[in-house]
C-alpha cells in the first residue's frame, strides 16, 4: 500500500485548499484511509477518515463544519476540503490507511502513512 498527500500551501486567512490523498496497492476490501496534522512542536492530531466500503465519515470536533472528507474511487483518491482556513491550521497534513475499517483518527491505530503536504496559513 503507498499514499502520496498534495495540494499544501500558503493561503491567507479564510481561503480554502483541496488535499489530495492518491492511493494503491490496497488488497483489502475493508480500509480506512484517515486525514492527520502536526503543527510545529505539537504532537500529530487526527483530522478525519473516510471508509472504503460505507464512506462513512468522522471528524475531529476542531474541524467539523471546515473539513470535509471525499473519496473519488474511479481515481483511487480520498479529499481534503479545507475552508475557512486559520492560522491554527497551519501544520503538515498526513493521510495515512488503517487496514481494517475503523472510525477513529487515533494514529497509532492507522498502519501505512504517506509523506506529508505543507498548509501554511497566514496574511
Known amino acids: 500500500v503507498q499514499l502520496q498527500a498534495s495540494g499544501g500551501g500558503l493561503v491567507h486567512p479564510g481561503g480554502s485548499l483541496r488535499l489530495s490523498c492518491a492511493t494503491s496497492g490496497f488488497t483489502e476490501d475493508y480500509y480506512a484511509i484517515g486525514w492527520f496534522r502536526q503543527a510545529p512542536g505539537k504532537e500529530r492530531e487526527g483530522v478525519s477518515c473516510i471508509s472504503s466500503s460505507t464512506g462513512s465519515t468522522y471528524y475531529a470536533d476542531s474541524v467539523k463544519g471546515r473539513f470535509t472528507i471525499s473519496r473519488d474511487n474511479a481515481k483511487d483518491t480520498v479529499y481534503l476540503q479545507i475552508n475557512s482556513l486559520k492560522p491554527e491550521d497551519t501544520a503538515v497534513y498526513y493521510c495515512?490507511?488503517?487496514?481494517?475499517?475503523?472510525?477513529?483518527?487515533?494514529?497509532?491505530?492507522?498502519?501505512?502513512w504517506g509523506q506529508g503536504t505543507e498548509v501554511t496559513v497566514s496574511s
Open positions: 495515512a490507511a488503517a487496514l481494517s475499517e475503523i472510525a477513529i483518527v487515533t494514529p497509532d491505530k492507522y498502519d501505512v
